[in-house]
């Protein structure tokens, strides 16, 4: 019978918080694209008290990123014994491969967001994506 391998915790925290931050940079930019931008809660322009749009993306890319820090822990975690099918995980690149490209094609595109603005809400994105895929991954190794 062969041996289960198990990864280091440390590996599949950091595989699983770079997977997270990967995906609410790419769900920030497309957000952002379809006009859920963060940067409308730093707007002083606007008589509302907080824009829809800048809530929505806020809850959207912290969803995402605890989410997929989760997910990923899972998969990392069972893939090392084998208990994940070759279609799945074909499955599971194809996906992240369409995310990513998307993301990419959003981000190629000319911004109507000012510069500084720009790169403010893409760095609270990262810092919100980091934090939420971190607890994501930490609360799946617990469970586990």
Not at 78 to 87: E, H, T, Y
Not at 116 to 129: H, I, N, P, R, Y
Request: with cysteine; charged share 10%.
């Amino acid at each position: 019978m062969a041996e289960t391998t198990f990864f280091p915790r440390r590996l599949i925290l950091g595989g699983a918080m770079v997977a997270g931050m990967l995906l609410a940079l790419a769900v920030h930019m497309l957000g952002a694209r379809y006009g859920l931008d963060l940067g409308g809660l730093w707007r002083s322009d606007t008589t509302d008290f907080m824009p829809a749009g800048a809530a929505v993306a806020w809850w959207l890319i912290a969803t995402v990123a605890f989410s997929g820090g989760y997910f990923t822990a899972t998969l990392m975690d069972s893939a090392v014994s084998g208990q994940i099918p070759q279609r799945m995980r074909q499955f599971l690149i194809a996906i992240g491969v369409l995310l990513l490209a998307g993301a990419g094609q959003a981000a190629s595109a000319p911004s109507a967001v000012p510069t500084v603005s720009g790169v403010l809400t893409g760095v609270a994105a990262l810092l919100l994506g980091a934090a939420m895929a971190f607890c994501g991954a930490n609360f799946a190794l617990r469970k586990a």
